[in-house]
């Protein structure tokens, strides 16, 4: 009895652990030794399958669509070094200086583009508080308005490709990853959408919490907002051009096209005069610590993993499952609800790496009828997946973008006011999540039109 529940010991001691606030890479890596070294003890676990980790690790190095992690999260530094953001947001700002709450849709159309361009989420919270968040309460925002408005739209990352956590995503159940970028997108621009809504709706009926439209005797002319245009829309339009187009037209492979939106970065960098020898020696060195934190918990995850699957753990989820009769939906719902309610206390990649590879093949088998054909079942769980962990960035008291912006807000912004900011937000999400359980066309239609 004890041998068949070494699976569901092994998964609530690395529950506990997280808690200790001991780095996740080495909790989730210590965790599958430990069990490793109990199962051959038991007799369920051979001592030479540790050898094994070994061509794990490999694989990671060794494969080629992982490349295109670093070249991301370069191209993410690199853009906010050359101050892209900045120059977006005041262009929409004046494109929308006539909408009610239009700074506050100029930001989540901001979010919206620089997701589109990098899929860092740390560096997008902080570039986007900086640069939006003081101008937002001098014009009279109610701050949890721009807070909430600020801490969602620069989330949207995780979801809108080109997303690190797609790719990751893509390895770990596993997928073509431009299947899955075509998938995400309508989902992410769906999300953007709710959040513009829901601003215009709340602006309109709490008319107090949005700065009043005062009427403005100055005109620019066409060719004044062209050239603001080609300024601040054109460069990162571009650059999102290249990208996700070479990856949806199936021209280049997704590392291909990160390297495309690397050069893309180095290029924009250099012709706004910021591709200094400090800046791109910065943009190295923080790219280099991003790169290995996120390369170290995939390793730990990745050993974690194969010692559960050896001890078991997916024939015990598979038999717990079967023995509550919940059948496919209430086995979806469960998945869900647990990586919404993980989200409150863990970080995106942890609940990425240890709840994914445990529930996608369970899902994966399940059959939903009429709903959708078998082959996208996979796709459509995954976009589920993401964009339930982009609440894990809000929800607190683990939400990392709501400490993001405390660091670098103001000191008269509290974390009371960021935590009711966010609510709405993420009822948002969880309605975006549901609607596409209910239609999950929402997500394959683009898929099915462009690889059919």
Excluded at 168 to 178: D, N, Q, R, V, Y
């Amino acid at each position: 009895m004890l041998i068949e529940l070494l699976p569901l010991l092994m998964f609530f001691t690395l529950m506990a652990l997280v808690f200790t606030s001991y780095p996740i890479g080495f909790v989730l890596a210590g965790v599958a030794i430990l069990f490793g070294l109990i199962g051959s003890l038991a007799g369920v676990f051979s001592l030479v399958e540790f050898f094994l980790f070994t061509s794990r690790i490999w694989f990671i190095a060794d494969n080629l669509q992982i490349i295109a992690v670093p070249l991301f999260v370069f191209m993410g530094v690199m853009l906010e070094r050359a101050e892209i953001a900045k120059d977006l947001l005041e262009t929409l700002q004046i494109l929308l200086r006539r909408v009610p709450g239009g700074m506050a849709m100029a930001v989540t159309v901001m979010g919206t583009v620089f997701a589109a361009i990098t899929g860092i989420i740390g560096a997008t919270v902080v570039v986007m508080t900086l640069i939006a968040l003081p101008p937002m309460l001098k014009a009279g925002y109610r701050p949890e308005l721009a807070l909430g408005t600020i801490a969602a739209s620069s989330t949207l990352g995780i979801l809108i490709p080109p997303s690190i956590l797609l790719v990751f995503l893509a390895e770990l159940l596993p997928m073509s990853i431009g299947t899955l970028f075509a998938a995400a997108l309508y989902p992410g621009l769906l999300l953007s959408v709710l959040y513009l809504v829901y601003i215009g709706i709340y602006s309109f009926a709490v008319p107090a919490a949005v700065p009043s439209l005062t009427p403005t005797t100055t005109t620019m002319s066409a060719t004044q907002i062209m050239a603001i245009i080609v300024r601040g829309v054109l460069p990162p339009v571009a650059l999102i051009g290249m990208v996700m187009g070479s990856i949806l037209t199936g021209f280049v492979t997704i590392t291909e096209s990160a390297a495309v939106g690397a050069a893309g970065a180095l290029l924009l960098s250099a012709t706004r005069g910021k591709l200094t020898w400090h800046n791109l020696q910065e943009s190295l060195h923080r790219s280099a610590m991003m790169i290995g934190m996120i390369f170290f918990l995939f390793i730990g995850a990745t050993c974690f993993s194969y010692v559960f699957r050896v001890l078991g753990g997916d024939d015990l989820i598979l038999a717990l499952v079967n023995n509550s009769g919940v059948g496919s939906w209430g086995v979806l719902l469960i998945a869900i609800g647990l990586i919404f309610v993980m989200g409150f206390f863990f970080d995106v990649l942890e609940i990425l790496l240890v709840v994914v590879p445990v529930f996608a093949p369970l899902v994966a088998s399940l059959d939903f009828g009429n709903h959708l054909s078998q082959g996208d079942i996979v796709y459509w769980f995954a976009i589920l997946v993401a964009i339930t962990l982009q609440t894990s960035f809000l929800t607190p008291p683990m939400g990392l973008a709501l400490f993001y912006i405390k660091g670098v807000a103001p000191k008269t912004v509290s974390m009371n006011q960021i935590y009711r900011g966010i609510i709405p937000f993420v009822m948002l999400q969880m309605l975006c999540v549901a609607l596409v359980m209910i239609w999950p066309q929402i997500a394959m239609w683009l898929p099915h039109q462009l690889f059919d």
